[in-house]
């Protein structure tokens, strides 16, 4: 089984930081997700990597094959940043979606 | 498209309780999946669906039941409840069920067991 890992688990930064949340996990990949949730709980998908770098506005995720881990950087930090940042490792594809994830890093971004 | 919904938004239920938690979608998804969401850990799969008539266990599905009649729905039943089943439970799901595909989440459900 895949065991994946977040660090830091809380952090907080004040606005206009550069922020990175690290994940790394035990087990080859083919597939690394970055989910972001919502204060009020909603969860909605950010990135998915299988090997080098993804860019979406401030947010930039890269993914490191051969050491195991991937970040999430937020550069320029805002308010509206603060959520749980979630990483999720997919195995080498089956049949059916199985995805093991992170416990989640707790981003608060204060005014 | 409204996407993944979930109902109830928030249940209370007593010990031995029974209820089923609804999950709809409208992205004609062939793969959808129930998870629970507990403090300390992460998400953690409860059984999951590869098209209709198809469902298979996840990694915590003991006191769980589900059926999947349509591609649109994907119902979870809880058989009788007990506490340990207070959790936040998500419904998703993704075109194929491929690991690289993106996960589309329902807005969750607060359940807590008395």
């Known amino acids: 089984k895949n065991e994946v890992e977040q660090s830091p688990q809380n952090l907080t930064a004040q606005e206009g930081e550069f922020i990175t949340i690290n994940c790394s996990y035990s087990?080859?990949?083919?597939?690394l997700h970055w989910l972001q949730q919502h204060p009020g709980g909603g969860i909605v998908s950010l990135f998915m990597?299988?090997?080098g770098k993804k860019k979406h506005g401030r947010l930039i995720a890269t993914i490191n094959i051969q050491e195991k881990h991937s970040s999430l950087h937020i550069t320029a930090s805002h308010p509206r940043d603060s959520a749980v940042y979630i990483c999720?490792?997919?195995?080498?594809?089956?049949?059916?979606?199985?995805?093991?994830f992170g416990e989640g890093t707790q981003l608060t971004v204060n005014p | 498209n409204a996407g993944v919904t979930q109902t109830p938004k928030f249940q209370v239920l007593k010990t031995g309780q029974s209820m089923t938690l609804q999950c709809a979608q409208d992205?004609?998804?062939?793969?959808m999946s129930w998870y629970r969401q507990d403090p300390g850990m992460g998400l953690r799969l409860i059984h999951y669906?590869?098209?209709?008539?198809?469902?298979d266990q996840g990694e915590v599905p003991n006191g769980y039941n589900v059926s999947r009649s349509t591609t649109e729905d994907f119902p979870l039943r809880l058989l009788s409840a007990a506490p340990s089943q207070t959790s936040v439970y998500f419904c998703?799901?993704?075109?194929?069920?491929?690991?690289?595909?993106?996960?589309?989440f329902g807005p969750g459900t607060r359940l807590t067991v008395l």
């Open positions: 998703a799901s993704s075109y194929s069920g491929l690991v690289s595909d993106t996960q589309y």
């Open positions: 087990v080859g990949i083919s597939a």
């Open positions: 990597l299988s090997s």
């Open positions: 999720a490792a997919g195995p080498q594809e089956t049949s059916g979606s199985r995805l093991t």
């Open positions: 992205m004609n998804h062939e793969y």
């Open positions: 669906s590869v098209g209709a008539g198809i469902t």
